[in-house]
């Protein structure tokens, strides 16, 4: 492994010099342009489970990371997503490239439909699997692939509740045991920026932190078209699948999951305790599921280090710095996580090339491959997804929640019946009377 993920430190091994990343310095992105990634390697086969725009994105990704990667199954509840995905891969151009992407080979005996699709794309012979189904899905979908031997990209969070951080902890032992690799797309995780900044503010650049702050504030997002008559209700959430909890996890889980890590990261833990605030202002009309639109929450570390962490989906409202950001303050000086830079006794700012992160992270999966060197990022994603859970848990309720509480939590979003029919039918939280147990107001 070159970067102990853990710990967001580098190896031994000067950076620079090192396979991947000094391919990066020197030849520019995408890293296909090099004579060392010209250089004759085992094809790798890949499926995807989740075949909307993420997906899809996931997919070339991973093509443009390395040579001779194939596509060869996919799979998603719907063939109408699945029909969009292959079409926009195949495309001519797309905003991103010119061209359509290479090595598209689907044959229709490896198409998979239907809420289990996931299980019909393992018994396939792919190497690795893109998990990019709704979260609520990803954690019962891990552990089947690592089960069917297969290596495991999966996109953030990789949990919405805590059964399901539990079920990816096992899938990770269990990985470790069958020398599989886990790659988590966390994004700060894979920049190169984010590594060598928090790598400095665990060296002391900074001095002891005591505080830092998130920020997460969107516009309003996608919404598929109310088509109730025609469609179940399952149907309609899974369609819909970002505003209900079960399946999102709130913006907390699927968005703010970024800043979330990072924290924990940065503060090489977990919050102790968390208390938080929010609700249901702007997007109130019932298409818009049983998720909150904005909760800002207090996160408390070991140290007695406080973290505020606020995050809002408002149209024509400001979005302070971008989609997200992140400052930590210090004994000895600030960083600014965004923009890689540290303030104070000792300044300074990255100024070497960033690769992208959603590419980067496919890069790093397929060495590990290639390499017969496992990667396992399942554990502290887990705990990052606990973490956001704990949070929006708090914001639900009302009420102080610690860590221990997460720990022991029997929080189980995930339905008991999954098929085309009936879906969980949960309130939107109102705070002092929410139940977290039943999940309706009292």
Same mark, same amino acid.
Request: charged share 25%.
């Given at each position: 492994m070159i970067i102990d993920k853990n710990k967001g430190k580098l190896s031994r091994r000067n950076f620079l010099t090192t396979g991947a990343i000094a391919t990066a310095a020197v030849s520019g992105f995408p890293f296909v342009h090099t004579s060392r990634a010209r250089q004759r390697v085992r094809p790798i086969k890949i499926g995807v489970d989740g075949c909307g725009g993420r997906g899809t994105g996931a997919v070339e990704n991973a093509i443009t990371a390395a040579p001779d990667i194939h596509l060869v199954a996919v799979a998603d509840p719907f063939r109408d997503r699945?029909?969009?995905?292959?079409?926009?891969?195949?495309?001519?151009?797309?905003?991103?490239?010119?061209?359509?992407?290479?090595?598209?080979?689907v044959n229709e005996d490896h198409i998979f439909t239907g809420l289990d699709c996931y299980k019909q794309l393992l018994e396939t012979d792919i190497d690795y699997v893109i998990l990019t189904e709704p979260p609520g899905f990803r954690p019962r979908a891990m552990?089947?692939?690592?089960?069917?031997g297969k290596h495991v990209f999966a996109e953030k969070p990789v949990a919405v509740d805590a059964a399901g951080a539990r079920i990816v902890i096992e899938a990770g032992k269990l990985a470790q045991k069958k020398g599989l690799s886990i790659c988590i797309g966390h994004d700060q995780r894979h920049n190169l920026r984010s590594i060598e900044l928090i790598r400095r503010i665990h @060296?002391?650049?900074? &001095?002891? /932190?005591?505080?830092?702050?998130?920020y997460y504030n969107t516009g309003f997002l996608w919404h598929r078209g109310d088509e109730r008559?025609?469609?179940?209700?399952?149907?309609?959430?899974c369609r819909n699948w970002?505003?209900?909890?079960?399946?999102?996890?709130?913006?907390?889980?699927?968005?703010?999951?970024?800043?979330?890590?990072?924290?924990?990261?940065?503060n090489n833990g977990y919050p102790?305790?968390?208390?938080?605030?929010?609700?249901?202002?702007?997007?109130? @009309?019932?298409?818009? &599921?049983? /998720?909150w639109d904005n909760m800002t929450i207090d996160y408390e570390y070991p140290n007695g280090a406080h973290w505020m962490t606020m995050m809002r989906?408002?149209?024509?409202c400001d979005r302070f710095g971008g989609d997200y950001v992140s400052f930590v303050v210090g004994t000895k000086g600030k960083a600014d996580l965004r923009a890689g830079e540290i303030t104070g006794e000792k300044p300074w700012?990255?100024?070497?090339?960033?690769p992208s992160p959603k590419v980067y992270e496919h890069l790093e999966l397929i060495e590990s491959i290639r390499n017969g060197k496992p990667m396992n990022q399942a554990e502290y994603s887990a705990y990052s997804a606990l973490t956001a859970v704990m949070g929006r848990e708090s914001c639900y309720t009302g009420k102080t929640l610690t860590w221990d509480d997460m720990l022991k939590s029997e929080l189980d979003l995930f339905p008991k019946k999954v098929v085309f029919g009936p879906a969980p039918d949960h309130d939107i939280p109102v705070p002092g009377r929410f139940d977290a147990i039943s999940r309706k107001n009292i």
């Open positions: 699945i029909d969009n995905c292959l079409k926009s891969l195949r495309a001519p151009t797309s905003r991103r490239r010119t061209g359509p992407v290479p090595n598209i080979e552990l089947a692939a690592i089960e069917a @060296d002391g650049q900074i &001095g002891e /932190i005591t505080s830092g702050r998130s008559p025609k469609w179940t209700e399952m149907e309609y959430q970002y505003y209900f909890c079960w399946l999102s996890g709130d913006q907390i889980g699927e968005q703010t999951i970024h800043c979330i890590d990072a924290t924990n990261w940065v102790v305790r968390a208390i938080g605030n929010g609700g249901r202002q702007v997007r109130t @009309d019932p298409k818009w &599921g049983n /998720i989906q408002w149209d024509k700012k990255y100024e070497g090339e960033v």
